[in-house]
């Protein structure tokens, strides 16, 4: 049924939660695995000073770096449990980075864990989840993290 599944990641246990119900699917479908790591953009002023490009930059790297390491280590648990998986490391607005690589990805489920945040918080920072429900074009696996 599924040939492939996206998992985006954010490095917290939280999100980690939903790898137990992508390991059991993947095993179940013989399903290959795309964990995905989305690093948001700090914003950057056009026009600052060159030393502070660089700087930012450089963070960037550093950020994008830490998460192919993140990554890395999640896709080597799941290489020694028999499931094929990949990683990605992509710069950009979450929702929106997740809907393309389910795209360029062409995968079959988006499979993500939920902070579960209501209220004033869900205002200000906004869900991951409740974007990509309403823009998904696939099957979306969520999970309510607690």
Not at 17 to 30: G, N, P, T, Y
Not at 43 to 62: D, L, N, R, V
Request: avoid cysteine.
């Amino acid at each position: 049924m599924y040939k492939s599944i996206l998992t985006p990641l954010d490095g917290s246990k939280r999100a980690e939660s939903i790898l137990k119900h992508v390991e059991e699917l993947a095993q179940r479908f013989d399903a290959k695995v795309v964990f995905l790591k989305v690093i948001e953009p700090s914003t950057f002023i056009a026009g600052s000073e060159t030393a502070f490009y660089a700087q930012y930059k450089e963070e960037m790297e550093q950020k994008n770096k830490q998460a192919e390491v993140y990554l890395a280590g999640i896709k080597g648990e799941f290489r020694e449990k028999g499931i094929e998986s990949k990683v990605r490391v992509v710069n950009g607005p979450i929702v929106d980075a997740i809907i393309a690589a389910a795209d360029g990805e062409n995968v079959d489920l988006i499979a993500i864990a939920s902070h579960g945040r209501s209220g004033l918080s869900r205002v200000f920072y906004g869900s991951v989840a409740a974007g990509i429900l309403n823009r998904a074009d696939r099957p979306l696996l969520l999970i309510r993290s607690r």
